[in-house]
């Protein structure tokens, strides 16, 4: 691949999702329907046939050549002594490929998805515009080679999940969690560029390649690479909705459902795993700041996991759900098991928006009922979405030889023999009980929404969903089957496909976490994985599958605390609400009323009244006599004219 | 050729007569009288430009004073059209009395 090539590409990849953009915002509301709904989807597909020929030549690029950097201009020359500069510097390199395929493939179907799930809404226009808007900000994050540019990207995806999420704005609900996303998300962009000033402070450049060329800068192990990987975590988890910074999620469901299958399942949730992928010769040299990632994902994934459980929400299910399986992708980077994170992203982001959309034909039906107690027996009235719904669970369930199957026991593999002591058997035990929830929660929506008798009157009024729904939920039906089969196997010496491709992204020094487990110990990982899913999926069938009364009554032998922090999510916005949130009004209220009329009032009217005065003195000289004026003018003539004469010369 | 002696005579001259016109312009009430006073302040200008120009062997002096004259006939057509208009709205004719552009 040559530089002339790599630039065509980027530069018309992030062109088609702007330009659709710029037409559907601009145009669309003039134009009508019609013309959004085209442009709206021929802009992602556009872009998605040009990831595939990036994923092309970067396949077909000849061995230590799949990576190039171009600049396609120099952007801010901050010149003087720093030689510093910020140019628009785009990576294509297997890790980018793949993301680009993922965004643009994934978001095409959701596109497709949104012209049936929008059919009937005023706003169509603004919707597609954000909507290409987002795949824009998206591919500009992950083909950033320049750390302003890739802030840049990071704050625009934030953008437009925040113009997304609000975008039925009528809704007080949806305004306020829109809020909420975008200020959850700024605190991780401040430790973001926090890191990014400590990073340029020591390698004295603001290019990716030339700052993962410098690390010898930091001392390994040491104080400055640890905080600086803590902070980008921070700016990850806030990102990805990782503990403590998770409370955003849930609420982002008040956007339309494309938008939780795009957004806030497929693709942004999951900038956070790309940052620290991206950024692992950093991780590399902080274990500690590593051992922290892999904790903080893991202990997400059990808490999102638990809350999945009891919540009756379609959405905030999946949504819980998303938030645990992005836990475990953050372990995995965490633990530096880099590919197989970036396999769990790739075919979570097939299932996951299938799940959500299968959720919103759901939805849609049910005239936007999303209280899963309502529902039931809709497995005879949408067939379609039934079976892909169903393809979709035992994905995310893990059931065996499902796609999720061998994404997830791929990356719990390696928490066999990660880090020092304990560490690594804590984790994994943890891991499995993720499993076991997995397919408990996994399969309690299933079986509540699918099986079983309809719970009101409703559901016998159900219809398919209609063919542009229909469509893409049934590709990535079957994807979410079948896409792992030829990329990964999850035992050593056997299909490797996907982490080849991305070994050369991974190569070089490894981080001191992560071994790669023999065979034995793979075999023995997979073999607990399996089980564990076949028992969450096991146990949810007798607890949920037909209602049985029993199950009901063994459910209700648990102690009270567990059911009561599982349905209130641990309390989090809760205490939120109280540690900071009620603080910060009652300063504010404070300020308000004491600060603002004593204090601003006070030296602000002051400047006014001085002001006031000294133009009421003045005005003294305004006597209407013309007598007057031309006195003060002749006087002053004269002064000119001595002045000049006499003073300077 | 002038005798070079007489220039600081014609240039006191002008002074004097820019004086006398500033002076009235100050202190006079009706405005005719104002006018003429202001002519009288452009003509000790035109006296000052030919007296340099004449000293310094230059044609700008006399140019620059046709200039000055020139615009002095304006000026006093458009006062003279104020006086009148003043005049037929019975007004007295008295600077200090017009002075309604204060506030």
Redesign the interface.
């Known amino acids: 691949m040559n530089v002339g090539t790599a630039s065509t590409l980027v530069v018309l990849v992030l062109l088609f999702p702007l330009i659709g953009s710029a037409l559907n915002g601009f145009l669309g509301p003039v134009l009508g329907r019609r013309f959004v709904n085209i442009v709206g989807t021929v802009s992602i597909f556009a872009a998605f046939v040009t990831a595939c020929f990036v994923l092309a030549s970067v396949i077909g690029a000849p061995a230590g050549h799949a990576s190039i950097t171009i600049r396609l201009w120099q952007w801010i020359n901050l010149g003087g002594g720093t030689n510093l500069s910020v140019g628009m510097d785009f990576t294509l390199d297997a890790l980018s490929a793949l993301m680009l395929m993922v965004i643009t493939g994934v978001g095409f179907l959701i596109h497709v998805y949104s012209v049936g799930y929008m059919e009937h809404d005023p706003g169509i226009a603004r919707f597609f515009s954000y909507m290409n808007f987002f795949i824009f900000s998206m591919l500009t994050l992950v083909l950033a080679a320049d750390l302003v540019i890739l802030i840049v990207g990071w704050a625009l995806v934030a953008l437009s999940s925040y113009l997304l999420i609000g975008f039925w704005h009528d809704r007080p609900s949806a305004v306020i969690a829109a809020r909420k996303a975008f200020i959850t998300q700024v605190i991780g962009d401040i430790a973001l560029v926090i890191a990014a000033f400590l990073i340029v402070l020591n390698t004295h450049t603001l290019s990716l390649p030339n700052i993962f060329a410098r690390t010898q800068v930091f001392p390994a192990g040491g104080l400055l690479i640890t905080g600086i990987c803590a902070l980008l975590a921070i700016g990850a988890f806030a990102k990805s909705a990782q503990f403590p910074l998770h409370t955003w999620l849930p609420d982002a469901m008040e956007g339309p459902t494309p938008v939780s299958a795009l957004i806030h399942a497929a693709t942004m949730v999951t900038a956070g795993v790309y940052l620290i992928a991206r950024f692992h010769v950093l991780f590399n040299l902080a274990p500690v700041a590593e051992g922290m990632v892999a904790c903080v994902g893991m202990g997400t994934a059990v808490m999102a996991g638990i809350i999945a459980l009891s919540q009756i929400d379609i959405k905030r299910v999946i949504a819980y759900s998303t938030m645990s399986q992005i836990g475990l992708m953050i372990y995995a980077v965490g633990i530096g098991a880099y590919s197989a994170g970036m396999f769990h992203f790739t075919i979570h982001a097939v299932f996951k928006a299938l799940l959500f959309m299968a959720a919103g034909n759901v939805i849609h039906a049910l005239h936007d009922e999303q209280d899963i107690r309502l529902m039931g027996g809709l497995h005879a009235r949408m067939r379609w979405t039934h079976l892909a719904f169903g393809a979709g669970s035992l994905a995310l369930g893990g059931f065996l030889l499902f796609s999720g199957w061998f994404s997830k026991e791929d990356l719990l593999g390696f928490g066999t023999v990660s880090g020092p002591g304990m560490f690594p058997w804590v984790l994994y035990i943890v891991g499995a009980g993720v499993n076991v929830l997995t397919g408990l929660y996994a399969f309690r929506l299933y079986f509540t929404v699918f099986q079983g008798e309809p719970q009101t009157a409703r559901v016998f009024a159900v219809k398919e969903a209609g063919k542009a729904m229909l469509i893409p939920v049934v590709i990535l039906g079957v994807l979410a089957v079948v896409v792992a089969w030829p990329l990964e196997f999850p035992l050593p010496n056997t299909i490797h496909v996907f982490s080849d491709f991305l070994a050369p992204v991974f190569a070089g020094p490894q981080s001191q976490l992560f071994h790669t487990p023999d065979l034995g110990l793979a075999a023995i990982g997979l073999t607990i994985g399996s089980v564990t899913s076949l028992i969450g999926i096991g146990l949810a069938t007798r607890l949920w599958y037909e209602h049985k009364p029993d199950a009901q009554v063994a459910l209700a032998q648990f102690p009270r605390w567990i059911p009561l922090l599982s349905y209130n999510k641990f309390y989090f916005d809760e205490i939120y609400d109280h540690a900071l949130v009620r603080p910060m009004k009652a300063v504010a209220r404070t300020a308000r009323r004491v600060v603002e009329p004593d204090v601003m009032d006070g030296w602000v009217g002051g400047v006014g009244d001085l002001l006031k005065g000294f133009s009421i003195d003045l005005r003294s000289i305004?006597?209407?006599?013309?007598?007057d004026y031309?006195?003060l003018f002749?006087v002053f003539a004269v002064i000119l004219v001595v002045v000049w004469v006499f003073i300077a010369k | 050729m002038l005798n070079p002696n007489l220039f600081p005579f014609l240039l006191g001259l002008a002074a004097f007569l820019f004086t006398v016109g500033?002076a009235g312009?100050?202190?006079r009430r009706n405005p005719i009288v104002?006018f003429m006073c202001i002519e009288l302040m452009l003509n000790a200008a035109n006296v000052a430009l030919v007296a340099y120009g004449r000293f310094l062997n230059s044609e700008e002096g006399q140019i620059f004073a046709f200039m000055v004259i020139v615009v002095a006939a304006a000026e006093v057509v458009v006062g003279l059209a104020l006086i009148t208009q003043i005049f037929r709205l019975g007004r007295e004719l008295d600077?200090?009395d017009?002075?309604?552009?204060?506030e």
Request: aromatic share 0%; charged share 20%; no cysteine.
């Open positions: 305004q006597t209407g006599l013309i007598r031309a006195s002749t | 500033a312009v100050l202190i104002v600077v200090d017009l002075s309604e552009m204060k």
